[in-house]
């Protein structure tokens, strides 16, 4: 199973980005996938799922502003940041789990300043 984030980059306070997570190995729709975020300084957190059957769940400090989503054809979730604020800044992986296996994707990095 691999990951492929993708998409990240500098943008200004209030603004928008989509990232993308293009996963081979599995099915998105048989393996929920998972959006997490590394300030730097701090601990990796949550940010976001797409669960296999098509739920969807967010942390609070993105529920509103962020939108994850995804393209069965392409095998791809996307994450939707809109408003974004500086606190937002850091590098986004995507993950999913395989038979009690984790797996990660490299991480994509976002930079928001004002």
């Known amino acids: 199973v691999q990951l492929q984030a993708s998409g990240g980059g500098d943008v200004q306070v209030g603004g928008r980005l989509r990232l993308s997570c293009t996963v081979s190995?599995?099915?998105?729709?048989?393996?929920?996938v998972a959006w997490h975020r590394q300030a730097p300084g701090k601990l990796r957190e949550w940010v976001a799922t797409?669960?296999?059957?098509?739920?969807?769940g967010y942390a609070d400090s993105v529920k509103g502003r962020f939108a994850i989503s995804r393209d069965v054809d392409k095998n791809t979730v996307y994450l939707t940041m809109d408003s974004l604020k500086s606190e937002d800044t850091g590098v986004y992986s995507c993950t999913c789990m395989r038979r009690n296996v984790r797996y990660w994707g490299q991480g994509t990095l976002v930079t928001v300043s004002s």
């Open positions: 190995g599995t099915l998105i729709t048989t393996n929920g």
């Open positions: 797409f669960a296999a059957g098509g739920a969807t």
